[in-house]
Structures are given as C-alpha cells and as structure tokens.
C-alpha cells in the first residue's frame, strides 16, 4: 500500500520552506507540534499582534483564533521554553487554517523580539514582557483543476446506502480547493464502499499537487475497495451477569448477512435502550476471513444490577409532590427490568379550603416488568399493574389499571405498541356523583419520529397515532376511541437559530353516552401540554349544574416562534387553541378557546430550561388569568 502527497511550497519565513509529505499535509490537524510540550518555569509575560495581509474579515478572525499566541495572550506562557513552544506550534496551526481556505502560497512570520521563533534556542531568555508579532500573508486563493477518485464506488443499489457526494462538498473543478474538502471526499469515498459490505474499504494513495503558476491543486485519490464482507461470529467479552449469547442475539447481525456500517450503529443504539451496560463497543477483525465472514468483538461493562431514586416536585396549582421508585435492571440475567412505583401529589393543593386533607391527594403505586428480546431483537413484551388514586378538579378517579402487550422498534423513525388492558375504577364528581366502571380492550399505537434533536428540535417530523377499542361491563357498552398528533419544525438562519413550529392534534370518542363513559376516556384540554393559559383539564364540555366534563372530540394545535438569540438564551412566543365537543365529531360553532403568550429559554447540556408565561383569551371560572410553566425541553 502507497501513501503519496505532493504540494508545491508554502513558506513560512526562514522557518519552513517545503511541504512535502503526507504528514505535514494531513497530519495538520487535530495533532500536537512535537516541539509544543509543557514547561515549567517562570511566568513568561507577553504582548501579542497578529497581522494579516489583504485578507477578509472572516479569514483574519479564522486566523487569529487558530493563534495560541493570540488566544492566550492575556495568561503568561510557562517560562521563555513554554512561549517559544506555543510559537512553534502556532506555525503548524496557522498552516492548517491557510489549507482549510485553499491558501497554499502564503507566508507566515512569527517574531519575538524582533527575532523569527524558529531561529531562537529553547533555552534563549526573552524580556519579560516579550513581544510576539505575527504577520501572516495568507497568498491566492487555489482552486481545484483536477479533483478525481480513482476506484470509485458505483451507485448503489438501495437508497439507504446512499453517501453524499464528494463533488457536493467541495470536491470538484473549479471549487475552492480546500484541505478540509480532500479529507471529507476521503471519508466519503471510503463510506460509500463500506455501505456496499466493503468493510476494509481504505485509501492506498492520495496524489495534491499546487501549481503556483495558475494557482491550481490537482488532487487524486485511490482506493482500494477490498472483498466484500459478511458478519461471522460475535464473541461477546466483559458480561459478568448478562447471558452473553443473548447479548450476541441483542446485537442483531446474524452470520452470513451483507456488512452494513449502519447494521453496527442500529446494534449499538439498541445495546444501549437495554439500560445495562455502562459501556459497550464493535471491534471488527483486522481482516476478512477466507470465507468472507469479518468477525466481530463486541466489549461490554454492565452497570449496577439494583438502583433506588426518590425525587420531589412543587406547583402552585399542583402542591408539593414525593415520588420514589426500586429499579432491577437484569432480572434473569437477559435484562429483564422489575420496578416498583409510589407516588404521592397534590399536598397542599386545597390548603386555603381545607387544610392538609389526605383525601385530596393523589396517590399511585405499581409495579412493572419488562422483557426485551422476545421473537426479534427489537421487540419487548411489557405488563404492568397500578393501583391509582388522582384527584382532580373536574373528578376524582380511585381504581386499578392492569396491561400487557410487545412494543417493535421497525426502523429508526418508526415504533409501534400493541397491548391488552383492564380495569376498574370509581369515580366521584360534581355532573354525575359517584359512579363505577369496569372496561376491558385493546391498545394500539404507532410513532414516527424524524427529529433531529428531541429536546430542541430545529428540524424534522413527529407522527403518532392511537386507537383504542374498549368494553365497559357495568353499562354494558363497545366504544372507539382514536388520536392522532402531528408535529413539524422549520429551522432557519445560521445553525436554525429561528425555527418555526406547529402542533396539531385530533380525537374522537364512538359509542356510549358521556354519562355512561369513564371520564378518564373522554377528552379535556388545558394545561401545560395543552392549551397554556388554562387550568389544567378544565376545558370540555357543560355538563349538569354547569360543571365541567369531559368531551367525546378534541381538537387542539399550537404555533410557535422560536429564536435563539445568544449560546444560551432563547426567546419564544406561541399561541395555543383547542376545541372539546360533546359529539363524535366535533362542532365547530362551539367555543374554541385560545391562549398566548411568551417564553424563555436557557440552554444547557440537557436541553433548554423553558420558563412559559400564558394568558387565556376567554378565561372561564377556574382559569388563571395568568399562567406560569416551567420544565425540561421544548413545549413540543
């Protein structure tokens, strides 16, 4: 295998005056100068100037920023060796950022004292404060005459094995001839191969020659695509408690099958929902087999078996909260998950009535069993079963909810659930009194998700629908109940720092009467999630002696304007509507009520931090006239 570089001479002063090796080329970037190293010394004090010659606003800021002289110039340097080692790689840093524009005839001069660095010994003492001068001329910009890839893949046979063109990043006649857009064409030739199952696909020559006369970079690259791979054996190493056949099993690259870089990406996101594993990575075999089988270590460190949280909220609608939970993450030793659930809410919500009244808190505890793994790896099987007591303004529900059912992950964008369900339940409330319901159904649902970021999404679409059909035993009654929730993002202006974005989301209940259904399968709207500026679920329908209750359609939808207007702040304003109706389908001369308002965003690791504030447009009694949200992530 032949490694070959080519480029005509860029000085740099008296200290550099050839380039000419693959690694002075490409090893630009992300190294560390072999003269830079830490010295300890006295504190060496400097000025720093950097110069750039006919250059524009946005090449001299590169530059500069590139400069350690310049970007630590208000900190001395670790003695006179430490100032001088910053120099010279500084040479190294400036000629990378001159090769990422397409400037291959420039000259670079770093002056201290008076004194070229690379001239002056390690051990030359310096005045203190010393003065640094860099003048950097950055010369013409080159452009590509030739820009070929020899051994190129050829157009592949599935969609999902597309690669982005190297032509359409840069690497093409007549484009500037950045260093940045060699390297990129590199990587993408190598990928489109490893996409088709070469996995040892590699670069055996790359050829960059400048021609100063016309300012022209000829670059070539070859490839060298190898066999074709397919997946043999997984050996899986580092399990303490885990079954490692089953790991292999988890990882889903059955022998035989094509390699498919992405196959690798998809095992590793699907190790990682196992929520067992500390860590875990592929290391592919150096070479393909006679056979054509790569064999693949697949390296593990399993997390804790047990784990304990507790945690606490507070809401001036809501009161204070508590709720913990015992978490076992690896069951039997294939990652089945045990929880138990207890929660208790409300404390001090009706304080200004009647005092700390435990019949008007909400209470729920349960346990929950998971099993991943079952028929395929991306299907779980899932049951739970809760007891629940929630009381809320338009009623309070005290009963017990039973599930079980498989969720399939079938692509990256696309899940789906399938569950049965029963329960049984008592319900109290102001329209109806007290009442009792047993139901009995079905549960499907499906989800597509294309966003780019989930907490803050600038990009991308999310699908969800939901149907329900049920049996309620004590009015003897079949019913239908249906959702359907659509989301969109634009983003816009440098790195989507506007985004434009929508909600939507419809509903409808077929079958028994509102009196005869649970409240808890009707419709409301309200609240945080919902409709902002209202009281949480206190949008539906007039029952009797003028109550509020639940609806059999919805309807809602959001706009929001999105604004990031530094690293860390963010600015939102946004406007809610929603549309509960007493019928199947709803009418839409019945009021529709709508809320406005404002919002701040700070940015963190997390996600954004998002302070709401909300003011409905046709308040009815028990709305705020002001609302107050806060939480993690975007509204949606």
């Known amino acids: 295998m032949r490694h070959r570089l080519l480029v005509a001479s860029l000085a740099v002063a008296t200290a550099m005056t050839q380039v000419s090796s693959a690694s002075a080329f490409f090893g630009l970037f992300g190294s560390r100068d072999a003269d830079e190293v830490e010295v300890i010394g006295e504190p060496q004090n400097y000025t720093a100037e950097v110069t750039v010659l006919d250059a524009e606003t946005a090449l001299e800021r590169k530059l500069r920023n590139s400069s350690t002289l310049w970007n630590d110039r208000d900190e001395p340097a670790s003695g006179a060796g430490g100032l001088l080692a910053k120099a010279r790689g500084d040479y190294r840093r400036l000629l990378a950022?001159?090769?990422?524009?397409?400037r291959?005839?420039?000259?670079?001069?770093?002056?201290?004292?008076?004194r070229e660095a690379a001239d002056i010994a390690p051990d030359t003492p310096l005045a203190n404060p010393a003065t640094v001068v860099v003048s950097i001329d950055p010369g013409p910009e080159f452009r590509f005459g030739e820009a070929s890839i020899i051994n190129e893949a050829p157009p592949p046979q599935s969609f999902r094995d597309e690669v982005d063109d190297p032509r359409d990043e840069g690497y093409a006649p007549g484009e500037v001839a950045r260093s940045t857009a060699i390297l990129r064409a590199e990587r993408l030739s190598v990928e489109a191969w490893r996409q088709q199952g070469h996995a040892k696909a590699e670069i055996v020559e790359r050829r960059v020659e400048a021609a100063h006369d016309a300012d022209i970079v000829n670059a070539r690259i070859t490839l060298e695509p190898g066999r074709k791979a397919y997946y043999g054996p997984i050996t899986v190493q580092g399990t303490e408690r885990m079954d490692p056949e089953f790991v292999a099993f988890m990882a889903g690259l059955p022998l035989g099958r094509e390699y498919d870089p992405d196959d690798i990406r998809r095992a590793g996101e699907r190790l990682a929902r196992l929520d067992v594993f500390r860590a875990s990575r592929f290391q592919e075999a150096d070479a393909i087999g006679p056979d054509g089988l790569l064999p693949i270590d697949l390296i593990v460190q399993e997390r804790e078996l047990r784990r304990f949280g507790i945690g606490g909220s507070y809401s001036t609608v809501d009161g204070l909260g508590f709720e913990t939970y015992w978490l076992h993450r690896n069951l039997f030793g294939r990652?089945?998950?045990?929880r138990f659930d207890a929660r208790v809410a409300g404390i001090g919500r009706s304080l200004d009535r009647d005092g700390f009244d435990p019949r008007d808190f909400t209470y729920r505890v349960g346990v929950s069993f998971e099993k991943p793994g079952v028929f395929t790896p991306d299907t779980n099987y899932f049951a739970s079963l809760f007891g629940t007591r929630e009381v809320l303004d338009t009623y309070t529900r005290t009963g017990v909810d039973a599930t079980s059912g498989f969720s399939h992950v079938f692509t990256e964008e696309l899940a789906g659930r399938f569950a049965v369900n029963a329960s049984h339940a008592e319900f109290e409330d102001d329209a109806f009194g007290t009442r009792q319901f047993t139901t009995a159904g079905l549960f499907g649902s499906l989800t597509f998700d294309s966003r780019d970021d989930v907490p803050n999404?600038?990009?991308?679409?999310?699908?969800e629908a939901m149907?329900?059909?049920?049996?309620e035993f004590q009015y003897g009654n079949a019913a239908f109940r249906s959702t359907l929730e659509g989301r969109t993002y634009y983003g816009f202006g440098q790195d989507s720092r506007f985004v434009l974005a929508g909600r939507a989301k419809v509903g409808t209940l077929v079958g028994p009467s509102i009196g005869e259904t649970p409240p808890d399968k009707l419709f409301f709207a309200g609240g945080g999630g919902s409709v902002r500026g209202y009281a949480f679920r206190n949008i539906g329908v007039e029952?009797?002696?003028?109550?509020?209750?639940?609806?059999?359609?919805?309807?809602?939808?959001?706009?929001?304007?999105?604004?990031?207007?530094?690293?860390?702040?963010?600015?939102?304003?946004f406007a809610d509507a929603g549309l509960v109706g007493a019928d199947s389908v709803p009418d839409f001369n019945e009021d529709v009520r709508i809320g406005v308002g404002a919002g701040l965003r700070y940015f963190t690791g997390l996600g954004p931090i998002r302070l709401d504030v909300a003011v409905p447009l046709d308040p009815r009694p028990g709305d705020p006239s002001v609302a107050f949200y806060v939480g993690i992530g975007q509204a949606f």
């Open 104 to 114: 291959y005839g420039g000259t670079i001069s770093i002056r201290i004292d008076g």
């Open 335 to 338: 990652a089945e998950r045990l």
């Open 543 to 573: 029952g009797p002696f003028g109550t509020v209750v639940g609806g059999k359609s919805l309807i809602e939808g959001s706009i929001e304007a999105r604004a990031q207007v530094t690293d860390t702040i963010g600015l939102v304003g």
């Open 467 to 471: 149907v329900e059909p049920f049996y």
């Open 97 to 102: 950022a001159l090769y990422t524009e397409g």
């Open 457 to 463: 999404p600038t990009r991308g679409y999310f699908g």
